[in-house]
């Protein structure tokens, strides 16, 4: 382990998480715990707590909820207003209110295997928080990425495991003032706190605990995806991004990503469809094509003419942009279909992948972990010149 990651760790240690924003403790997380906080819900109209012997309090308010209690919270003048399951009122609650109970919170009926935090939200909701130990968290993101995952796909798993444990520390601390770490959805990682954690996905968090990425001796945000249709992508492709901010991203070719049910697809957009979502009209399309690919394939930058305006959308903006629905990848060939006019009609796409492309591909570690490579293997294959070291 390198000594640049011996000093995180205990700093870690004595603060409770890795350099992270504050760390509100609803329950103890035991000595060198890293607690990771995850928004599971944005500016919820109401929110309602219950649980058998759950504890709920503030700085102010606090209450142990018996069978069938519960408090019903909303936001209120900056604050928080609760109405318990008794009919009792309780307003301007002006700090964090928290539930924590040994077998975990209902949430609008719902049982999360966490603490939770309610905030009131600048969009004049409730912010839902979920405060956890890191594994747990890893646990929790291996089961919902990669779903009930089969035992001879275990090496996938923990390579999933050692993927989203380094996204989560890289990640921890980034957004200070926020109230906490990372999105419970695949802006990050995605996450559910309260569905069951399989055999595989528990076994692969366990096999590899604490155990990160590191290129330089720094642990890295490790990007993933669902399939690359072949080859990955460089950061570039994908988003604004500048390549030597991903030192360890290359586009590698993938032999094994061919067993996703998503490496092919094909889909015909209708030129109303494309006008309305770029024009705000029902415009004339003249053309659509491809100006630029990027060295795996993906468009990059794609032209659409019309007679009303000319736009060009780039990376990203061309999976999200073009159409009402968003395109499964960059990586296509597409066609266009013309009316008597000699305008197009429809733009017929056919094309490979599914997500951005950049970093490992889940179906490709799945491919590779049914022919026998291992998880150190599989991670070798799609991070250049990386480490696995154990934080401890």
Not at 232 to 255: C, M, Q, Y
Request: charged content about 20%.
């Amino acid at each position: 382990m390198s000594n640049k990651i011996a000093r995180v760790l205990v700093a870690a240690a004595a603060a409770g998480c890795l350099g992270c924003a504050p760390v509100y403790l609803s329950r103890p997380g035991g000595r060198g715990v890293v607690l990771v906080r995850v928004a599971l819900r944005h500016n919820a109209p109401e929110v309602r707590l219950a649980g058998d012997g759950a504890r709920i309090a503030d700085a102010g308010h606090g209450a142990t909820l018996a069978p069938g209690e519960s408090w019903t919270v909303t936001a209120a003048g900056g604050g928080l207003r609760a109405v318990t399951g008794r009919g009792t009122e309780i307003g301007a609650i002006s700090g964090p209110l928290r539930a924590w109970a040994a077998g975990g919170v209902e949430v609008e009926g719902r049982r999360v295997a966490a603490a939770v935090e309610l905030r009131p939200e600048a969009g004049g909701g409730v912010l839902v928080i979920a405060e956890l130990p890191l594994e747990q968290y890893v646990a929790g993101v291996v089961a919902a990425e990669l779903g009930m995952a089969k035992p001879d796909e275990i090496e996938a798993a923990k390579a999933q495991a050692v993927a989203s444990r380094s996204y989560a520390c890289a990640t921890l601390g980034s957004r200070p003032g926020a109230g906490y770490d990372l999105e419970a959805t695949v802006a990050h990682q995605a996450f559910d706190p309260g569905k069951p954690v399989g055999a595989t996905a528990a076994r692969a968090a366990r096999e590899t605990e604490g155990l990160v990425l590191t290129r330089g001796g720094s642990v890295f945000a490790a990007n993933y995806h669902s399939t690359c249709g072949g080859r990955t992508a460089l950061a570039s492709e994908a988003w604004n991004a500048d390549d030597r901010k991903f030192p360890h991203i290359a586009s590698v070719r993938d032999g094994h990503c061919g067993v996703s049910p998503r490496f092919s697809w094909a889909d015909t957009i209708a030129a109303t469809d494309i006008s309305l979502r770029l024009f705000g009209a029902n415009a004339e399309i003249r053309d659509v094509d491809v100006a630029q690919r990027g060295p795996s394939g993906r468009a990059v930058a794609l032209r659409i003419s019309s007679p009303a305006a000319d736009t060009t959308l780039h990376k990203d903006k061309i999976r999200f942009g073009l159409a009402s629905r968003p395109l499964p990848s960059t990586l296509f060939d597409l066609q266009c279909l013309r009316d008597e006019s000699g305008n197009v009609g429809a733009v017929a796409l056919k094309g490979f992948g599914y997500g951005h492309g950049v970093g490992m591909c889940q179906w490709g570690a799945i491919g590779m972990a049914r022919a026998g490579k291992s998880y150190v293997r599989i991670l070798k294959h799609y991070y250049r010149d990386v480490r696995i070291e154990t934080l401890r």
